[in-house]
């Protein structure tokens, strides 16, 4: 089973997505992760992380 969030703006993408995800963490699942392309970079930024969101958004902030 997989949650999926997304979003197409101006606004700073990370947090929304964060935030969107730990809505879904009810569910129960045992990783995350989130993919942003930034118009400043010519690559994807790829974070991913095991247990629960607050991995993730800890690896975010690094």
């Known amino acids: 089973m997989c949650g999926i969030v997304g979003y197409i703006g101006k606004r700073d993408v990370a947090p929304l997505l964060l935030e969107g995800l730990q809505r879904l963490e009810?569910?129960?699942?045992?990783?995350?992760?989130?993919?942003?392309?930034?118009?400043?970079?010519?690559?994807?930024?790829?974070v991913k992380a095991k247990g629960r969101v607050r991995e993730l958004v800890s690896r975010c902030l690094v």
């Open 26 to 46: 009810y569910r129960g699942y045992d990783s995350a992760g989130i993919v942003v392309n930034s118009p400043k970079a010519s690559t994807l930024k790829v």
